[in-house]
C-alpha cells in the first residue's frame, strides 16, 4: 500500500448507551463525537430496549457532527470501522446497520472492530503527527471496564493475548453495584471515585478474593460488602449517611488492590515493564494514583490514556480501524454484530 495515501476513517460506537462516531486521519484524531443517554438514571442501570432506540435518533447527528467537525466531506472517508461486539445485541444492531448503510452508499470498505481491542488500542489516537506518547510492543494493559476486568500482553497493534481475567464479574460492575447498596445513583463509579477522595481508604474491610494464576474475580467482594452494609444498618439505619466517605474509599481501595495484585505478578512473570491502562474504570482516580506510585516503585514505564478515551468512544474504533485498513481487514455485508466477543485467549 502506498504510505503517501490519505487513510481517513470513520469509526461508529454503539456497543451500550452511548453514540459516538469519529474520524481519523492517517492516525491523527480529527474528531470524536459522543452523544450520551441519560433515561437510563431513573432505572439505575442500562435499559437495551431503550438505549436501542436512543441510538436509533442518535445516530445520524452525531455522524454528521464527527464529519463537519472533521473539516472533511463525505466523499473522503476510506472505510467505516464499527463495533461488531462485545455488547447489547440491540444497540450493536443500529452501529452495524448504519455502517454497513454508509460503506454500501460510499462505495467504501467495511472494518469490524472488537470494542475490547478498541479499548486497548486507545493509546495510539494521536493529537497531532508529532504525538509520540503510545506505548512500545510488548506491553501490559489492564483492561477494566463494566463488563471486562483483564490482563492483555499486545505483541503489535492486532496481535493480543489475554492471560489473566475475571472468572465472574467485572471491577466496573463491583463499583456500581456496590454505590447502588449504598442507594447512590447510577452510574455510581465515578460517585464512589468522588466520595472516596474525603474518606479513609483504611476504616473497613472487605473480603479479597484468592483466586489461583492471574484471573479474577468479584462476585465474593460484592456479597462481602452486601452483608457489611445490611448487618450495620441493623444496629445503626443511618451507618451510611454517616460514614459514606471512608465506606467508599474503602471498597475503592479492596478493588484497586485486587486489580494491581495481579497486574504486579503479570509484569513479573513476563518481565515486560511497559504498562497501560484503559476501559471505564481505568478513569478512576485512585486508580490512576495507585499505579503511578506502583510504577515508579517497579520502575514501570506506565501509559494512561485521556479521560475522553476512557469510556466507550468511537476514537478507538476509528484507530483500530485504521491499523485494520492498512492489512487490508475487511468484512462483507453480511457481517452481523455478536453480543459477546474475546480477545485471543491463552
Known amino acids: 500500500m502506498n504510505n503517501k495515501e490519505n487513510i481517513v476513517i470513520l469509526g461508529i460506537e454503539s456497543s451500550c448507551d452511548d453514540t459516538s462516531a469519529a474520524i481519523i486521519q492517517n492516525g491523527v484524531i480529527k474528531s470524536n463525537e459522543v452523544a450520551g443517554q441519560a433515561v437510563h438514571k431513573a432505572y439505575g442501570g442500562v435499559v437495551p430496549e431503550l438505549a436501542s432506540r436512543a441510538h436509533q435518533q442518535n445516530i445520524i447527528p452525531v455522524v454528521d457532527q464527527a ?7 463525505r466523499d473522503q472517508i476510506s472505510a467505516v470501522a464499527f463495533t461488531r461486539g462485545p455488547g447489547l445485541l440491540g444497540s450493536l444492531l443500529v452501529g452495524t446497520s448504519f455502517a454497513k448503510g454508509f460503506a454500501l452508499a460510499s462505495g467504501i470498505p467495511l472494518i469490524e472492530i472488537n470494542h475490547l481491542q478498541g479499548h486497548v488500542l486507545a493509546h495510539f489516537i494521536k493529537e497531532d503527527e508529532n504525538d509520540d506518547s503510545a506505548p512500545n510492543f510488548p506491553f501490559l494493559c489492564l483492561l477494566v471496564s463494566g463488563g471486562n476486568s483483564q490482563i492483555i500482553i499486545v505483541r503489535d497493534y492486532l496481535d493480543m493475548e489475554v492471560i489473566g481475567q475475571t472468572i465472574d464479574d467485572a471491577a466496573g460492575e463491583a463499583f456500581d453495584k456496590c454505590a447502588k447498596v449504598m442507594g447512590l445513583p447510577y452510574p455510581g463509579g465515578p460517585l464512589i471515585d468522588k466520595l472516596a477522595k474525603e474518606g479513609d481508604p483504611k476504616a ?3 473480603a479479597e ?11 465474593g467482594l460484592k456479597t462481602s460488602f452486601l452483608y457489611f452494609i ?6 445503626n439505619p443511618d451507618f451510611i ?22 497486574l504486579k505478578r503479570a509484569a513479573k512473570e513476563t518481565g515486560i515493564k511497559e504498562i497501560t491502562i484503559a476501559g471505564g474504570v481505568s478513569a478512576n482516580s485512585g486508580l490512576r494514583e495507585t499505579l503511578q506510585k506502583e510504577a515508579e516503585k517497579h520502575n514501570w514505564k ?3 490514556p485521556k479521560f475522553a478515551y476512557t469510556t466507550d468512544n468511537a476514537a478507538m474504533i476509528a484507530i483500530t480501524g485504521y491499523y485494520k485498513y492498512l492489512k487490508g481487514e475487511f468484512v462483507g455485508q453480511d457481517v452481523a454484530p455478536f453480543s459477546r466477543m474475546v480477545i485471543n485467549e491463552k
Not at 478474593?209 to 462476585?219: R, V
Not at 454517616?242 to 494491581?260: F, G, P, R, W
Open 209 to 219: 478474593p484468592k483466586i489461583k494464576g492471574l484471573d479474577y474475580s468479584f462476585s
Open 204 to 206: 473497613f474491610k472487605f
Open 241 to 262: 449517611e454517616e460514614n459514606k466517605s471512608d465506606i467508599c474509599a474503602s471498597i475503592q481501595h479492596t478493588i484497586i488492590k485486587v486489580l494491581l495484585a495481579k
Open 230 to 235: 445490611r448487618d450495620n444498618i441493623k444496629n
Open 302 to 304: 506506565l501509559h494512561i
Open 67 to 73: 464529519i463537519k467537525k472533521a473539516g472533511i466531506s
